[in-house]
């Protein structure tokens, strides 16, 4: 810590602790300090009080060479290697997965209703959607919001010229951006990069409206860079 909260300033932890409070949760440990937080965890953990550590300055958790580097074995009663998981042990979506630990089919594939996949990687200067806020990390991206870019084929495929309002969707719903052409993407790939707030979009809903909420093998999750499809011009233009 470099300095005191300023005026009414509240760390992450107290915001956490006075919301749960709240709403109703008796936790004794809503009523910890931060430094008594953390002693609990590290005690816990069988690392010591927050005063052991102090004292020696820091933990090294690294794991010794041999069990680093596997020479010893693997987690098996035997200590060798499986290429072929137990997946019913590791999750609950095991039919879905292949019988060795492999590439895999099980994912939404690109059709005749949606030719183009979608991947939606952070911009650069959004580092979460924490800065999708701050006006600096904004300005960095252009100040402009959240465009899709395309290569040139997919875009005269679609007649599609950069700068133009396009709709891409699928059958979850649909979202509206500005086209940017770039020669450095995938032919029938499209990019929307950043964590832009759906209040930047200008129908007010974000690209999420177009991922699934199905869970993904092994054991659940989201498929957020497995998403299909379909593109038009957004003014009405035949394409």
Known sequence: KLIEPPGEARSNYRV??????RLGATDARFDMSEREHIDEAFR???????????AEGWIDRAQPFAKAHFLDGFAHPDGRFRFRPDWAAIGPYAARMPKVADWMDDYERADAEHPLKLVTPPARHFLNSTFTETPTSVAKEGGAGPVVRMHP????????????RVRIGNRRGSVV???????GQLPGTLIVEGIW???????GRGINTLVGEDPVPPNGGVAFHDTAVWLERADGAST
């Open 16 to 21: 956490r602790c006075d919301l749960a409070k």
């Open 44 to 54: 816990l953990g069988g690392l010591g009080g927050i005063s052991a550590i102090e």
């Open 153 to 164: 084929a997919t875009a005269r495929s679609h007649g599609v010229s950069s700068g133009n």
């Open 177 to 183: 951006l500005r086209a940017t052409l770039d020669d």
């Open 197 to 203: 707030l759906s209040e930047t979009f200008e129908e």
